[in-house]
């Protein structure tokens, strides 16, 4: 990739010069689109980002967002007001390493991890909770496999390492991602205003300095590779391209962040990701309004004979680039050798250009503002999606269950978890492999180590569903948020705030950036409905290859606040009734039946009261009658009940046919109860409430469907279920 004509004449009308070759690399990247979001700023305005807990919305590194008050936590987002809102603070940020993670899986999804948490830790937070949405070609191919076995070891690896839980997640296959799977990452992370810093320059004078790795030769280019399609020799021709990663450096990196964040030497940071030092400097600089001085000689190098533009675009990892006073430089720089790390009074804050300077010549002198926001927006042709019609197969009862639960997208995924220390921490109160994880802010109970369960609990749940937006890209990112925020509401929680990674093929196809285009509508209509503020998010795009585009990939990362950290369990006690409470969509387009057996149908019909099902369902979530709380989703009523079930308790359901059983129409829960009047009263005016049957204590699943019934003990759901551990073990 290079700079296209357009763009260099741009370059060359600002600067009244030929850019340097250093220049024009640093154009390059910071101009590509994985940078300057050049084809997709224009649609972004669509997300609501403010909200009355919302303290640092889009544009950091990640966002910043009140935690409600322990009693407050439970109430409806547009019924707080700012006095509900602790002085405790999350952050939320998401980032993609998808043509990495095809390249080299290991590396490419281990980078990725320690990309996002210093993201989290450049606004003084400490990271606290992971989740990974990953999506591969289909599980049947070798390759496949191989990517999912790769990535999933380089997330494990790396969070395992540097202490930070994965709690959360998602794993979709899916033959769009044959020739590139995508591997979003989203973390939390804890602060308070005291601790909090930004991106963002505040003083001339001020001091330029670099902690942690010495920069090396990996990842140089790593922001224009992600801005193309990924050829067909891209495993071998681009590995230079991603960078390696070394946790154990960034667990030092962690702790000696969290010292300077606590004597406050700190004044802006920004970790060094996209473009290396040169994207990390002059986009700090340039969001405050400033220029800087640096000598890249002072750089401390891992490698020998280095030249200007690879110390400014390589992307090692494990780099930060603070901001400090003068009189603070010694007192970092003990710091970091205490924790073992490089660190480098490399330049400073001032006004005017930014400059870089290297064997005493200037390799960069131009408008920090204009490098970092002057790439012009794309104005590309949209093609609005198609919905197919309604052509549903005929197939036997049991081989289509048989088919839909043992699927690998609605099968256990117990594999990926398993390999992840989700409780590192000592925070997850609710582990993954439910609908949500829960982690425990006890800070809002005025005790940072509170046993009583007075905190607040903070649920989190990503993912999206390729099929849902393959079938109908509007309605189905729709789905998609109403999707997470349903996962948050069977525990009890209520929606927060969300970031999203909003991934998509070549913009420059018609078809594409249509299809692009209305993940990003219905992904924002429905956050609105459910007065749920994006406050950040990642664009990923030209996920292309030789097998064609990705299908329009809208994941998000939802977190939610309840009262305590508690939950109704997503497992069968055997002693109540069994009710679902929603509305159902009445079609299976988009569905996982149709996906094993064949056909077409348009997608479901969304409930038009989305905020008042998912508040209901919180409330009685929380009912102390009820045993059991499960969303139903990926493979409907005949999945949901699949994991309700276990070895000790079962159920006897009857469904009208095979539409009511296969239908995925999100905001829809599974409840055991003890008062289903209780429940009916709740959702009275506001939903459906249609009675299941009710749960037993034999550990046998009886599915009637239209007066067929098939019977299954737990011990064969578990098999079915058991598809990824059997064949990756």
Known sequence: MSLPDSDHQLVVDELGREPTAAEAVLFENLWSEHCAYRSSRPLLSAFDSEGEGVVIGPGDDAAVVAVPEPDAADTPADDREASDYSDTYITLGIESHNHPSYVDPYDGAATGVGGIVRDTMSMGAYPIALADSLYFGTFDREHSQYLFEGVVEGISNYGNSIGVPTVTGSVDFHEGYVGNPLVNVACVGLTNEERLVTAEAQTAGNKLVLVGNGTGRDGLGGASFASEDLAEDAETEDRPAVQVGDPYTEKLLIEANEMLVDENLLLSARDLGAAGLGGASSELVAKGGFGAEIDLNKVHQREPNMN??????????????????????????????????????????????????????????????????????????????????????????????????????????????????????????????????????????????????????????????????????????????????????????????????????????????????????????????????????????????TTGPIPPTPTLAMVGSKAGYDAPPAALSGEGELLVVGSAGGALGGSEYLAQVGGSDGFPALPANASEIIETIATVANQESTLASHDVSHGGLAVALAELITADAGAEVSVDGVVDLFDETPGRVVIETTDPAAVREAFDGVAPVDSLGSATDDGTLSLTVDGETVDYDSETVTELRAVITETLD
């Not at 940072?448 to 849902?468: E, K, Q, V």
């Open 308 to 545: 200007a533009l690879e110390i400014l675009l390589a992307e090692s990892q494990e780099r930060m680039c603070y901001e400090v006073a003068p009189e603070d430089t010694d007192r970092v720089a003990e710091i970091a050798e205490r924790f073992d790390l490089g660190c480098s009074v490399i330049g400073e804050v001032r006004e005017g250009n930014y400059v870089c300077t290297f064997d005493g010549e200037t390799v960069v002198d131009v408008d920090p503002e204009f490098l970092a926001e002057g790439a012009p927006m794309n104005d590309l042709e949209a093609i609005e999606p198609e919905q197919p019609g309604r052509e549903l197969p005929d197939v036997d009862l049991e081989d289509a269950i048989n088919a839909v639960v043992s699927a690998p997208n609605t099968a256990s995924k117990r594999w990926v978890y398993r390999q992840y220390d989700h409780e590192v921490g000592v925070r997850t109160a609710l582990k993954p492999g439910d609908d949500t994880a829960i982690m425990a802010i006890r800070e809002t109970s005025g005790d940072a180590n509170d046993t009583t369960g007075a905190g607040t609990g903070l649920a989190f749940s990503s993912g999206s569903n390729p099929n849902w937006t393959t079938n109908a890209p509007y309605e189905g990112a729709q789905a998609v948020a109403l999707e997470n925020a349903t996962n948050i509401a069977a525990k009890g929680a209520l929606p927060l705030t969300a970031v999203n990674c909003l991934n998509g093929g070549n913009p420059e196809k018609p078809d594409v950036y249509g299809g692009f285009k209305a993940i990003v509508d219905g992904l924002a209509e429905m956050c609105s409905d459910l007065s749920t503020p994006v406050v950040g998010g990642n664009v990923s795009l030209y996920n292309d290859s």
